[in-house]
């Protein structure tokens, strides 16, 4: 089983682009499905985006989709999140996940999780 481990946010102003990273230990991340969720105070972790094994199948959530995209290099066991176009409502902690099962929405049908980052957009 990898550990994962997040970094690359920080506070940024309306507009603004951030990329996460998340990092995996571990010898098995190419077979991992891998996954990005957020969750802010007071709110349910929702879904932004996830991609399969080996990077050729995507799925974005709604309210990120064509400004977030999603990436994996299994070479460097690492998981991306490129993030365009910022809005104050993407403010929140942000966690990448794993699961080897499928590329899934829900939280729940992921496994492994890393510790999370924040992103804060000002307005």
């Known amino acids: 089983q990898v550990q994962l481990v997040e970094s690359g946010g920080g506070l940024v102003q309306s507009g603004a682009s951030l990329r996460l990273s998340c990092v995996a230990s571990g010898r098995t991340f190419s077979r991992y499905i891998m996954g990005w969720f957020r969750q802010a105070p007071g709110q349910e972790r929702e879904f932004v985006a996830a991609?399969?094994?080996?990077?050729?199948?995507?799925y974005i959530g709604d309210s990120v989709r064509g400004r977030f995209t999603i990436l994996k290099d299994n070479a460097k066991a690492t998981e991306y999140l490129q993030m365009v176009s910022l809005k104050p409502e993407d403010t929140a902690i942000y966690y990448c996940?794993?699961?080897?099962?499928?590329?899934?929405?829900?939280?729940?049908?992921?496994?492994?999780w890393g510790q999370g980052t924040q992103v804060t957009v000002s307005s």
């Open positions: 991609i399969n094994w080996n990077a050729s199948n995507t």
């Open positions: 996940a794993g699961n080897r099962r499928g590329l899934f929405w829900n939280a729940q049908e992921y496994d492994v």
